[in-house]
């Protein structure tokens, strides 16, 4: 059964500050992993995905990584911003027989001004 | 377009009553699923369709039901609503489930049972 865990549940950062939010999976056969954003009350937004086969995926100030032998992902998140307060979530879609996005219980990152 | 559309936004029911949860996509996505959210749980998987006609349970689906008639609508049944069926519930979709396209997810319903 694949498990996601996010690592730290929390961060507080002081703008501008360069930062990075953990995520491992124990099941490598995946298709692929996805980090959300939610704000409070809302849904979630598609921030990056990162394809079995590739490496990373960039978007702006955003950059994913994925070590599928090792079952870890990153999310940095490049000269951060008030606005970038929200939580982040991962999440693997896994292969084997159950097409199904399992979910990290997210980050909550708190950029200060 | 509007993406994935979730009714109502709210909801409170008493227990035992049984209502439906409406999701509908206009983007001719294949893949669809729902999901609830609860404090300390993260999102959890109920149940997901991978096409027209074609539904399948996922982590938590006791207590839930779902059928898929058209490509666009995926409703989620509540039979005999339940306190601890007391959630967030969000409907996903992406356009297939093979792993190379983002999933959008609706707004969510807030549903309390009282």
């Known amino acids: 059964k694949q498990e996601v865990t996010q690592i730290p549940a929390a961060l507080s950062v002081p703008e501008g500050e360069n930062l990075v939010l953990n995520c491992s999976f124990t099941?490598?056969?995946?298709?692929?992993l996805q980090w959300f954003r939610q704000d409070p009350g809302k849904g979630l937004t598609s921030l990056l995905l990162?394809?079995?086969?590739?490496r990373e995926q960039t978007s702006g100030r955003l950059n994913a990584s994925l070590d599928k032998s090792s079952g870890r992902s990153t999310l940095y998140i490049a000269a951060s911003q008030p606005g970038d307060s929200a939580t982040y979530l991962c999440?693997?879609?896994?292969?084997?027989?159950?097409?199904?996005?399992?979910f990290g219980k997210g980050t909550k990152l708190t950029v200060n001004p | 377009n509007a993406g994935v559309t979730q009714t109502p936004k709210f909801q409170v029911l008493k227990t035992g009553q049984s209502m439906t949860l409406q999701c509908a996509q206009d983007?001719?996505?294949?893949?669809m699923s729902w999901y609830r959210q609860d404090p300390g749980m993260g999102l959890r998987l109920i149940h997901y369709?991978?096409?027209?006609?074609?539904?399948d349970q996922g982590e938590v689906p006791n207590g839930y039901n779902v059928s898929r008639s058209t490509t666009e609508d995926f409703p989620l049944r509540l039979l005999s609503a339940a306190p601890s069926q007391t959630s967030v519930y969000f409907c996903?979709?992406?356009?297939?489930?093979?792993?190379?396209?983002?999933?959008?997810f609706g707004d969510g319903t807030r549903l309390s049972i009282l």
């Open positions: 996903a979709s992406s356009y297939s489930w093979v792993g190379n396209q983002p999933q959008h």
């Open positions: 099941d490598s056969a995946i298709y692929n």
């Open positions: 990162i394809q079995s086969s590739q």
């Open positions: 999440a693997a879609f896994t292969q084997g027989g159950s097409e199904k996005l399992v």
């Open positions: 983007m001719n996505h294949e893949y």
């Open positions: 369709s991978v096409g027209a006609g074609i539904t």
